[in-house]
């Protein structure tokens, strides 16, 4: 079955420090991994997927075929950053994402 | 433009009635979605219909039925409304299962 793990509901850091959300993830197959997050007031949006490799607002995200994980990582954490953030997990081929059940940064100044 | 739009925003109605949540997308997608989100924030997927015919159907109870009149629409029925039915419900739409676009939500209290 597929599963999708954020084992931190809420994780605090303050302002400068380095921010790791910690995704894992259970599929058998090949998956397609993304990171969604919603700002206060927000709606849902997408932040990264791993098949771009890209960095958006400077977060990167890496895909660990063997750990089975897909944290999501910035050097520097900003004020602005503060979010939920959603790990989800698309089947290759399919429609279906599955979501974690999330985690709360909180940037602290 | 609102990409993804639904309405109401907000719905509080009694136990025992029944009522619908309607979503609209302008984007020329193919592919929406109906999730929930719960007190504890975790977004569970109901319905997906791609051009009008129904591809997800996650275990559901019956009360709820997703109705698609077109490829920009779909809308969620909810009959005999129960307490636990209280949450957010998000629509979201995509092109072929690639990336979602979200809708704002509507909350829904069952009282």
């Known amino acids: 079955a597929q599963r999708v793990t954020q084992p931190e509901k809420l994780l605090s850091v303050f302002k400068g420090a380095p921010v790791e959300l910690k995704c894992n993830y259970s599929?058998?197959?090949?998956?397609?991994l993304f990171w969604y997050v919603q700002y206060s007031r927000q709606r849902l949006q997408l932040l990264l997927r791993?098949?771009s490799r890209e960095s958006i607002k400077g977060f990167t995200a890496d895909l660990n075929k063997g750990e089975t994980s897909f944290h999501l990582k910035k050097p520097f954490a900003q004020e602005e950053d503060s979010a939920m953030y959603y790990c989800?997990?698309?089947?290759?081929?399919?429609?279906?994402?599955?979501f974690g059940t999330g985690t709360r940064l909180k940037v602290l100044a | 433009d609102t990409a993804v739009s639904q309405t109401p925003k907000y719905l509080v109605t009694q136990m025992g009635n029944d009522k619908s949540i309607k979503c609209e997308q302008n984007?020329?997608?193919?592919?929406m979605y109906w999730y929930k989100q719960d007190s504890k924030k975790f977004l569970k997927i109901m319905f997906s219909?791609?051009?009008?015919?129904?591809?997800i159907n996650e275990t559901v109870p019956n009360r709820f039925s997703p109705k698609s009149p077109d490829k920009a629409h779909l809308n969620l029925h909810i009959n005999s409304l129960e307490l636990g039915d209280s949450a957010v419900y998000f629509c979201?739409?995509?092109?072929?299962?690639?990336?979602?676009?979200f809708g704002s939500g509507t909350q829904l209290s069952v009282l």
């Open positions: 979201a739409s995509s092109v072929q299962g690639e990336k979602l676009f």
């Open positions: 599929y058998s197959g090949s998956p397609e």
């Open positions: 791993h098949i």
């Open positions: 989800a997990l698309k089947a290759s081929g399919t429609y279906k994402y599955i």
């Open positions: 984007l020329g997608h193919d592919t």
């Open positions: 219909y791609n051009n009008k015919e129904l591809i």
